[in-house]
């Protein structure tokens, strides 16, 4: 079975290059090919003066290093370096799962990391957060969920669309479950670093569990999607073997400058991450007071990281409201039922400096259409 349309990047596909206000971006304010080069003298000749021939299929050593520097228990070896997380989705779903196998998805979620273990014939479980506590996920309902099937548990944390982060006491709980039950942790942690409180930073899963997978990328916290980098952290033998043969079929390795410039980027992430976190803290102080001023309209969880929150419209039909939005104000908000979501909750998205200009269209919308 091929997996169904996947609904948000078929909705990026038709918005993304034509709206000019983009209210819902997942990923953080982007740099140029330039920016990157000026962080390091000399960059800009060694770059000039990259091969362009075949690349390691695990990833460059340099680039490996420097990823392994964010993990405390995973070393180079346990890097497996992917073009995007997208592919190392794809890849860990197809080389773990076969027909009639059970997978529990922390919900609601980004559509691959459950629609690619559906299309290969598993059976896929929501594991839903609750919106009424700020989107708490509860182990009891894990476990009641978990049968001798369940081969896999996904989790995202820091959250899309949400923003949730659970403490660490949960995480550890996590991996005993994982233990316990035999199942594998795939924790989607695209957006770790982003934590508005650094104290509430989770250790990454993989440091914790010794059969778990963390996923990374570029993407969303370096604000580099460009770059299509991503990887797993794994001290699972096994698996990393597998995903390694896998890759041989999806994309034998990477691009040999994009692997340069994520290297470099890594080298320099702090000021990369502190000016990224700079710029959420301001647009979520002006996110804060738009919705106080639209309690009538909107409900609002203030999240507790990332660039994205997924607030509730109380009018009738949030599809409809998008719609309109796009018309008539040229701004694009993403409905919640693009994440199976129907109860008009949609996904607005601040990691982008000029958020400011599209909130300001969606302000004057709701004022002129009153
Ligand atoms: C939770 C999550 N996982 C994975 C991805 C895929 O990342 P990339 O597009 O960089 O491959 C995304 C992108 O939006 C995401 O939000």
Redesign the pocket.
């Known amino acids: 079975m091929r997996p169904g349309p996947f609904r948000l990047e078929r909705y990026f596909a038709e918005h993304e290059f034509t709206v000019p206000y983009l209210l819902c971006c ?1 990923d953080c304010e982007s740099l140029r090919i330039d920016d990157l080069l000026q962080m390091e003298p000399g960059a800009r000749d060694r770059f000039l003066s990259l091969g362009l021939g075949y690349t390691e299929s695990t990833g460059s050593p340099e680039l490996r290093r420097e990823i392994a520097s964010l993990y405390e228990e995973n070393t180079p070896d346990h890097i497996l370096v992917h073009s ?3 592919e190392a ?1 794809f890849n860990f779903m197809n080389v773990m799962l076969q027909p009639g196998d059970h997978i529990i998805v922390h919900s609601p979620f ?1 559509q691959s990391l459950g629609e690619v273990a559906r299309s290969i014939g598993a059976e896929v479980v929501a594991w839903e957060g609750d919106s009424a506590r700020s989107w708490e996920l509860d182990l009891d309902r894990l476990k009641e969920k978990l049968t001798d099937r369940t081969r896999v548990v996904v989790v ?1 944390f820091p959250h ?1 669309p949400t923003g949730f982060l659970p403490k660490a006491d949960f995480i550890g709980e996590l991996s005993r479950l994982s233990d316990e039950h035999g199942f594998v942790v795939f924790s ?1 942690e ?1 957006y770790r670093g982003l934590e508005y409180d650094p104290d509430r930073r989770l250790p990454p899963f993989a440091d914790v569990n010794e059969r778990a997978i963390s996923l990374g ?1 570029m ?2 916290t370096y604000g580099l ?1 460009g770059l299509r980098i ?1 990887w797993i952290a794994t001290r699972n033998e096994k698996i990393f073997r597998e995903l390694a043969q896998f890759k041989d079929f999806t994309t034998i390795c990477n691009s040999g400058p994009s692997e340069f410039l994520a290297t470099l980027a890594l080298r320099h992430r702090k000021s990369i991450v502190d000016r990224n976190l700079k710029i959420i803290r301001s647009n979520l102080g002006r996110l804060n007071s738009f919705f106080e001023g639209h309690t009538d309209l909107f409900e609002w969880q203030e999240p507790k990281a990332g660039p994205i929150a997924f607030p509730r419209y109380l009018g009738a039909s949030i599809e409809q409201f998008c719609r309109e939005l796009i018309r008539e104000a040229g701004v694009l908000l993403l409905p919640g039922s693009l994440y199976g979501e129907g109860r008009g909750f949609f996904r607005i998205g601040f990691g982008r400096k000029n958020m400011s200009e599209g909130l300001d269209r969606l302000h004057e919308y709701i004022r002129d259409s009153r």
């Open positions: 997942s995007g997380a997208e989705i980004y995202n899309n989607d695209v990328v993407s969303k999607a991503g």
